[in-house]
């Protein structure tokens, strides 16, 4: 199964973007997360444009609403290429089915579709206090989980710690993608010691680990944003990264 290291590429505009890839010309094209930041502020020429330069695409717009809007908006993204999308699963079932439906090109080619379960920002105090889910967040992460694999979904997005117990549920070859992923020695000064490990930035990811913990952990790919994009030599930690998460 295909393993690989995505750079969340978290700029507010083209220019950034662009500037911040100029490093990585005739090197190992990245795997790359466009959110909602960069796709609200661009559009999809900024897909096109990432994907003309030969880069995967994760387009993480993690869409949630009716199964028929989804349908149709899912449809749209198809076209436009992208390798990795993905939808909230508390859309239910229905909804991950018609998102599936709406991603398969008449060839039957479609890109890989992920669910996220619940955030990470979410605690299991205020999912059980504001969305009177009453269950453990464990629990619910589980059973969202298993909702994406019934709907045919190709695994979902989980902190790196969880990856296990969603293999255990789901299967192996039901993926994992992880953000959280901090280098060792800044590990220890952020999340939850609450200190800094980016210049000026107070570290707000608290369910963190290693590349090399989550690969053994079982992430399939590992989603990894300032670590790379920070750095003072983003290439070189694009490196570590895959060093440490492919073991090349
Ligand atoms: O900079 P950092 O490595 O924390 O970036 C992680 C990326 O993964 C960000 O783009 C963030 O939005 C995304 N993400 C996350 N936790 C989730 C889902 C997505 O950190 N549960």
């Known amino acids: 199964m295909a393993k690989d290291v995505i750079i969340a590429c978290d700029f507010a505009g083209r220019q950034q973007t662009l500037d ?8 190992r094209k990245p795997f790359l997360k466009i959110g909602m930041e960069l796709y609200y502020a661009e559009g999809p020429d900024i897909v096109r444009e990432l994907k003309r330069r030969g ?17 149709k908006a899912m449809r749209v993204l198809s076209s436009l290429d992208v390798d990795m999308c993905n939808v909230h699963a508390a859309g239910t079932v229905e909804m991950m089915r018609a998102a599936l439906e709406g991603l398969t ?21 205020r999912m059980q206090r ?10 619910t992460i589980v059973k969202y989980a298993q909702n994406a694999k019934e709907a045919g979904l190709d695994g979902v997005v989980c902190s790196p710690l969880e990856a296990a117990m969603v293999k255990d549920a789901c299967g192996p070859d039901f993926l994992a993608i992880t953000p959280g992923i901090r280098f060792a020695e800044s590990a220890r000064d952020s999340g939850a010691s609450g200190k ?37 030599d983003p290439v070189a930690a694009y490196g570590r990264c895959l060093k440490e998460f492919l073991n090349q």
Request: proline share 8%.
């Open 130 to 139: 504001e969305l009177l889910i009453g269950a453990g967040i464990d629990e």
């Open 196 to 232: 800094t490990c980016f210049p000026g930035v107070q570290d707000d990811q608290v369910r963190i680990t290693t590349p090399a913990r989550a690969r053994q952990i079982g992430s399939d790919y590992i989603v990894v944003g300032r670590p790379v994009t920070a750095a003072p």
């Open 105 to 125: 090109r008449e060839d039957g080619s479609r890109p890989l579709l992920i669910a996220v379960t619940q955030l990470t920002s979410t605690s299991e105090e």
């Open 55 to 71: 880069h995967p695409i994760f387009l993480d717009l993690k869409l949630h609403d009716i199964p028929n809007t989804v349908k």
């Open 20 to 27: 911040f890839l100029d490093a990585f010309e005739g090197r």
